[in-house]
């Protein structure tokens, strides 16, 4: 199948675009489809890719075209990005030539095979962006980077911030979204598959009592929250480390009901954002805030 239309534009169109969804609707289902008949995959690599797309197609590329962060043509890079569903709606949308990058090659491997199925030029790398060397084909080459729950895993967010800041072309945009550390499952518990992660908050008990809930759960998920218990992002954090780092804050979301939910658990759960009024005490809205979205643009 060829490249759905919009996904390799003209790098010389200068023009306003029109909102993809209009004219593409019905090949994005279409798109859709041809990945859930895909049985070489397996179900829950269906499901996250399906989830993963919606989210980028439904949410983030009217959100990032409404603040002129994106817009056909522009070149795309999403860190973390796993089998690559939001990074292919953006290909849908007409980002030029996207590139994703995971440490995960398992995961790399079955966007490699969504994304060949579907004829869309995306291009998946194994890449750590805080251990290893930036390609000098990257070096100022993306006007627009995407992470989506990745900044929060990472244990030093400034340094992955100054590395973003040498991928973007001067104006170039960073967008991140993470459920700060304070919230009620900031800590990733449920990675422990047991009845302690299912409740809110336990990850700010004391260590000792933390660690007792967690000692029956999945060995991999007790390591990630340890890990994740020693970086902490929060929201407070966010303004002085992209100042620091070379970035001004264009646009900040918090949700207390964060958009992924309806997408990752096929139930109709509405969006709904904090107060704006919220920003102005983030150490307490950080508490009730499930996701925190910001868009963060290079400085000249």
Not at 261 to 278: C, N, Q, T
Request: proline fraction near 9%; include cysteine; aromatic fraction near 10%.
């Amino acid at each position: 199948m060829a490249p759905l239309q919009g996904s390799a534009p003209s790098t010389h169109s200068k023009s306003a675009p029109s909102p993809p969804h209009s004219l593409l609707e019905s090949e994005v289902t279409l798109l859709r489809k041809r990945v859930s008949q895909l049985n070489e995959l397996h179900p829950v690599v269906r499901h996250y890719w399906n989830h993963q797309f919606r989210l980028g197609w439904e949410v983030l590329v009217p959100f990032l075209s409404k603040e002129r962060a994106f817009r056909p043509g522009m070149a795309v890079a999403e860190i973390g990005c796993a089998e690559g569903g939001v990074l292919m709606a953006f290909a849908v949308a007409g980002a030029l030539n996207p590139v994703g990058t995971d440490i995960d090659p398992v995961r790399l491997q079955e966007g490699e095979k969504i994304a060949t199925h579907l004829g869309l030029p995306v291009v998946f790398t194994h890449h750590d962006i805080l251990q290893d060397f930036l390609p000098e084909n990257w070096v100022s080459a993306f006007d627009l980077v995407v992470l989506r729950d990745v900044i929060e895993h990472l244990e030093n967010t400034a340094e992955a911030l100054r590395r973003i800041h040498q991928l973007l072309k001067p104006g170039g945009h960073v967008f991140f979204s993470f459920p700060p550390y304070p919230s009620p499952y900031g800590g990733h518990q449920h990675a422990l598959l047991n009845f302690w992660g299912k409740l809110p908050y336990i990850h700010l008990l004391p260590e000792h009592l933390f660690e007792k809930m967690a000692a029956s759960g999945w060995e991999a998920g007790r390591a990630e929250i340890f890990r994740l218990r020693k970086i902490r992002l929060s929201l407070p954090h966010i303004p002085s480390i992209a100042k620091q780092t070379g970035f001004e804050i264009v646009r900040e979301k918090h949700y207390l009901l964060r958009p992924v939910f309806r997408y990752r658990l096929g139930l109709p759960i509405p969006s709904v954002s904090l107060p704006d009024i919220a920003k102005r005490f983030p150490s307490i809205a950080q508490f009730f805030c499930t996701e925190a979205g910001f868009l963060l643009r290079k400085n000249r």
